[in-house]
T-cell receptor
Framework: AQSVTQLGSHVSVSEGALVLLRCNYS??????LFWYVQYPNQGLQLLLK??????LVKGINGFEAEFKKSETSFHLTKPSAHMSDAAEYFC???????????FGQGTRLTINP | DTGVSQDPRHKITKRGQNVTFRCDPI?????LYWYRQTLGQGPEFLTY????????KSRLLSDRFSAERPKGSFSTLEIQRTEQGDSAMYLC?????????????FGPGTRLTVL
């Protein structure tokens, strides 16, 4: 069965600093990978997804993620943090042909002024 | 396109009562999903519909839980004889089949508190 591990339940960075949120997955077959963001009292919004095309995926709000099969990782980065990036971020995996998403436990990103 | 809507947004009930939640997907989306999210955790899959057919159910969906999508449009999730452990955010998502992985669009959720 597939699973997702997000390293660090809480990450804090200064405004303008690099954001790096870590995600490792476990899957016996090539997966689809996603990053979602959740603001307080709201649903989840898709940031980006990997579907076996380019390994470097660009998403909304300046975020990008790189699929590294050898490391089974799909880390999320943003070169310069903005105060509005403060939120909960979830990495998720699904198998090709399957519909359900399996989520990690989430990483809360705090931005310091 | 008004997005996925869920009703109610908040529900407080007493243990042992039945509750029902509604989800209205994006109009052209034929796939609909229910997830449950407890505090500090990621969402967990509950069940999935394609049109009116319920194609997959998680082991998390005990016999007290039932979901329907009778006309392939809106869906309801009912919890009978609620327990305090049912307190969570219940999220609905919808998608339209496309190439590669479907993008699931999430609603704002229904927060259930069981006293």
């Amino acid at each position: 069965a597939q699973s997702v591990t997000q390293l660090g339940s809480h990450v804090s960075v200064s405004e303008g600093a690099l954001v790096l949120l870590r995600c490792n997955y476990s899957s016996s077959v090539p997966p689809y990978l996603f990053w979602y963001v959740q603001y307080p009292n709201q649903g989840l919004q898709l940031l980006l997804k990997y579907t076996s095309a380019a390994t470097l995926v660009k998403g909304i709000n300046g975020f990008e993620a790189e699929f590294k099969k050898s490391e089974t990782s799909f880390h999320l980065t943003k070169p310069s943090a903005h105060m509005s990036d403060a939120a909960e971020y979830f990495c998720a995996v699904s198998l090709q042909g399957a519909q359900k998403l399996v989520f990690g436990q989430g990483t809360r990103l705090t931005i310091n002024p | 396109d008004t997005g996925v809507s869920q009703d109610p947004r908040h529900k407080i009930t007493k243990r042992g009562q039945n509750v029902t939640f509604r989800c209205d997907p994006i109009s052209e989306h034929n796939r609909l999903y229910w997830y449950r999210q407890t505090l500090g955790q990621g969402p967990e899959f509950l069940t999935y519909f394609q049109n009116e057919a319920q194609l997959e159910k998680s082991r998390l969906l005990s016999d007290r839980f039932s979901a329907e999508r009778p006309k392939g449009s809106f869906s309801t999730l009912e919890i009978q004889r609620t327990e305090q452990g049912d307190s969570a955010m219940y999220l609905c998502a919808s998608s339209r089949p496309g190439q590669g992985a479907d993008e699931q669009f999430f609603g704002p959720g229904t927060r259930l508190t069981v006293l």
